[in-house]
């Protein structure tokens, strides 16, 4: 049984790939649902032998429960057809999510080695996986693509701090794939350096513009305006 820990994903992903015997593997979160022709969508795309993965669009199947699930919608939205649908104009859609991708299983096996044994500061890592999935892929030679008529609905955390403990465990990710990504950079459009850079630079200068507002509150007497409309 895989059932426990988040750290176990990764080890019962690899059991079923190598367990597998189809041309294409689907990857599907336990709280995503499926419409009827995702599947059917996601493998016509993959007819093109150089595509290594491909994702769908996602959805927040809990939007109308709070505000927050509302925003987070919004945000998904903003992900797929804004970021995913650009780095796909040039064939190297940079993280292929977990909720709703589907591999090339001969891909796939060429890659589980790297897949199983990667650490992060010591220790095995076990959060990121579709991030660092794709990335293996674009190392590999292989395309990855979106297909924003293959929807799913996954359900999203309802609460201030689920999502703030979800949103540090993506960043991590992406920092960490990054270091692994700028090998792969020159090999790709240049629109996708500026949009990695782009990805870590702007997380990076709002908590650098948070810190500045935070001290100026500290050693001033007024509250830092200018510092808060640039968070904003």
């Known amino acids: ?63 109308s429960q709070t505000w927050l699930t509302s ?42 080695d790297q897949y199983e044994t990667q650490f992060f500061r010591g220790k095995p890592s076990d959060f990121g996986e579709d991030r660092h999935l794709t990335i293996l892929m674009l190392k590999a030679g292989f395309r990855t693509e979106y297909v924003p008529d293959a929807i799913a609905a996954t359900v999203v955390p309802d609460r201030l701090g689920p999502y703030l403990r979800q949103q540090l465990r993506w960043a991590r990710s992406t920092f960490r794939d990054t270091f692994l990504a700028l090998r792969l950079l020159p090999e790709l459009d240049r629109y996708l350096t500026l949009d990695v850079i782009g990805q870590n630079l702007g997380p990076l200068l709002l908590a650098l513009s948070s810190l500045a507002a935070l001290a100026q509150v500290a050693v001033g007497d007024s509250m830092p305006w200018l510092t808060g409309l640039t968070i904003a």
């Open 1 to 63: 049984s895989f059932a426990g820990p988040e750290r176990w994903k990764r080890k019962a992903q690899i059991a079923a790939i190598r367990r597998s015997c189809g041309d294409l593997v689907l990857n599907v979160d336990s709280d995503t649902i499926l419409e009827a022709d995702v599947v059917t969508k996601l493998a016509s795309k993959m007819r093109d032998q150089e595509i290594g993965a491909a994702m769908g669009q996602l959805v927040a199947s809990n939007r």
């Open 71 to 112: 925003l987070i919608d919004m945000e998904y939205w903003l992900a797929c057809n804004e970021e995913r649908a650009a780095q796909a104009r040039f064939g190297a859609v940079m993280c292929c999510c977990g909720p709703c991708a589907m591999y090339r299983r001969s891909a796939l096996t060429l890659l589980l």
